[in-house]
Structure formats: C-alpha cells, structure tokens
C-alpha cells in the first residue's frame, strides 16, 4: 500500500492520492485509451450514471492500477471499480 501511495505522490509531484487530486491533472497524468473511454461512456449512458460517479470509478482504476504498479490505467482495474461501485 505504501508503494502505491509513493507511486501517486511520484506522479504528481506532492503527497497527494487519486481522490485529492484535480480531475484534469489526474486526466493528464494517466489519461484513458479510447476504447476505456468509450467503454465509460456506453456503461454511463446505459446504468444512468452522473458525472460525479464516472469521475470515481476513474479515481479508483487508477488507484487499483497503482496497487498492481501499473504505471497506466488498465482496462482490468477499470473494471474492478465499476463492479465496486456496483456493491
């Protein structure tokens, strides 16, 4: 766990974790493919989720990923955090 908390303090250049830090810096500093966005997308349209919710299921892949020591966010931790959001 405190490897990952590095991994994100390293990334954004402070002690700051995923859910701190703003959206567009956490965009820029481990943007989505496109397939994952477009994935977003369809499931946000189809389950009617807001803005706020598609915002924390990004902030958790990226910490899942963080977790795993993937340096980008993966389709797998995506998922992960969809289903977490889902409990």
């Given at each position: 766990?405190e490897e990952?908390?590095?991994?994100?303090?390293?990334?954004y250049?402070m002690?700051?974790?995923?859910?701190?830090?703003?959206?567009?810096?956490?965009?820029?500093?481990?943007?989505?493919?496109?397939?994952?966005?477009s994935?977003?997308?369809?499931?946000?349209?189809?389950?009617?989720?807001?803005?706020?919710?598609?915002?924390?299921?990004?902030?958790?892949?990226?910490?899942?990923?963080?977790?795993?020591?993937?340096?980008?966010?993966?389709?797998?931790?995506?998922?992960?955090?969809?289903?977490l959001?889902?409990?």
């Open positions: 766990m990952a908390r590095n991994r994100q303090y390293d990334r250049g002690e700051v974790c995923n859910s701190r830090i703003p959206y567009e810096m956490l965009l820029r500093a481990s943007p989505l493919t496109d397939t994952q966005q994935t977003l997308q369809r499931l946000a349209i189809k389950k009617s989720w807001s803005n706020r919710i598609q915002i924390k299921i990004i902030r958790l892949a990226r910490t899942i990923s963080d977790l795993q020591a993937s340096p980008a966010i993966t389709d797998q931790s995506i998922w992960e955090a969809v289903q959001n889902e409990v």
